[in-house]
């Protein structure tokens, strides 16, 4: 299995910057798809962005295209997040996934999750 840790998170005005990144420890990283999902106050988990193996297929969720970018490097086992033009409805509990099986543009069959790092955006 892979160990996931989530760093990068804070208090950001809107319009700021964050990135957020994802370490995994354990198996092999390239053989993870990878997605973040944020979960705010009162509202269910939503899937954000996920990442293909490779790198090369990536997916964003509508209301963060143009603001955010999903990357990651498999030499250094990370994912991360850059999230420009950030709003205070972006604010939330963002957590990395794994799964082994399923498409990088599906929120399903995620296996392994990240403990959250919060993202506070002030208006």
């Known amino acids: 299995q892979v160990q996931l840790v989530e760093s990068g998170g804070g208090l950001v005005q809107a319009g700021g910057s964050l990135r957020l990144s994802c370490a995994a420890s354990g198996r092999t990283f390239s053989n993870y798809v990878m997605g973040w999902f944020r979960q705010a106050p009162g509202k269910e988990r939503e899937f954000v962005a996920g990442i293909s193996w490779s790198g090369r297929g990536t997916y964003l969720i509508d209301s963060v295209k143009g603001r955010f970018t999903i990357s990651r490097d498999n030499a250094k086992n990370t994912m991360y997040l850059q999230m420009n033009s950030l709003k205070p409805e972006d604010t939330a509990v963002y957590y990395c996934?794994?799964?082994?099986?399923?498409?990088?543009?599906?929120?399903?069959?995620?296996?392994?999750w990240g403990q959250g790092t919060q993202v506070t955006v002030s208006s």
């Open positions: 996934a794994a799964k082994e099986r399923g498409s990088y543009y599906e929120p399903g069959s995620y296996d392994y």
